[in-house]
């Protein structure tokens, strides 16, 4: 699944693509993703892309008048083709902008094509999302008081969107590595001092994955069509039973929420 870092790259890809041209068509091959594609977005030609922002693992390129709100769900992957490049069975979107095409594919289909005219921020899917962990809102002071009477581990809190949004499995157990927090501490232990390394870590982790293009261990193609390349230097992340990279300890799996976690039990306390 496509978490921030790819989400990330694929923004920062095709921004200069589609920023300052025009919607010269829009083609919907199949309307059914993971909620119908509005009718609205079938008549978004003529209007001039203003830019491509994120929210979350939200993609939102501002039309003017509205935002076309993107979500590449569990296996989407957006790329800019040229006109006339023969659509594949899972190429359901396309929104063509002169000669150049932005084209979305998605076998499963959980992924999101929305149009809203109200201000973006305000929309159902984005109104209650967290702190975005890469601007300076998420800081030490503000990250202590989101862990104040939480009392689930610090991993589950990391991946609870409505805290900090966009920081998925992989990334919580990395940035906790760096932290040196240990990933089932009840979160609301965390110092002001655990709170500052957290912090810093979380956006240390971030910021390297999307240096590095993303990660991504399947269904990803970047926004130019290279494929992340991440995944081997993860530092505790699918490394069960290998030795820390610090310590030579070697680094544990446990299950928390249904999900893996990976770490280091003596770099991490
Ligand atoms: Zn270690």
């Known amino acids: 699944m496509p978490e921030l870092p790819e989400v990330e790259v694929t923004r920062r890809g095709l921004a200069p693509h589609l ?14 993703l993971r909620w119908p594609v ?35 769900g569990m296996s989407g992957s957006l790329r800019v083709i ?11 979107f396309d929104l063509v902008l002169g000669d150049r095409v932005l084209r979305l594919r998605d076998p499963r289909r959980f ?6 005219s109200d201000a973006v921020e305000t929309h159902p ?3 209650g999302l967290g702190v975005e962990p890469l601007s300076q809102a998420l800081n030490a002071t503000r990250l202590y008081q989101l862990t104040r ?17 966009g920081v998925g499995n992989i990334y919580a157990s990395e940035s906790l590595f760096r932290a040196g927090i240990d990933p089932r501490k009840p979160a609301k232990r965390t110092t002001p001092e655990g709170a500052m390394k957290l912090a810093k870590a979380i956006k240390d982790t971030l910021r390297a994955a999307i ?41 544990k799996r446990i299950v928390q929420g249904q999900r893996s976690t990976y770490f280091c039990p003596r770099c991490q306390k």
């Open 19 to 32: 920023a300052g041209r025009v919607i010269s068509a829009v083609e919907v091959r199949q309307p059914q």
């Open 38 to 72: 509005p009718k609205a977005v079938l008549s978004l030609a003529g209007r001039t892309v203003r830019g491509v922002t994120r929210r979350g693992k939200y993609l939102l390129v501002d039309c003017g008048d509205g935002h076309l709100i993107l979500h590449l």
């Open 82 to 92: 040229p006109p006339g490049t023969p659509a594949e069975k899972h190429d359901h």
């Open 111 to 116: 992924g999101a094509v929305l149009w809203t």
């Open 125 to 127: 899917l984005l109104a």
């Open 149 to 165: 009477g939480y009392r689930t581990a610090i991993k589950l809190f990391l991946m609870d969107g409505r805290r900090i949004v």
């Open 211 to 251: 240096k590095a293009g993303g990660s991504t261990l399947r269904d990803f193609v970047g926004a130019e069509g290279n494929a992340g390349y991440m995944q081997n230097r993860f530092w505790v992340y699918d490394r069960a039973g290998k030795p820390c990279r610090r310590c030579r300890t070697p680094i």
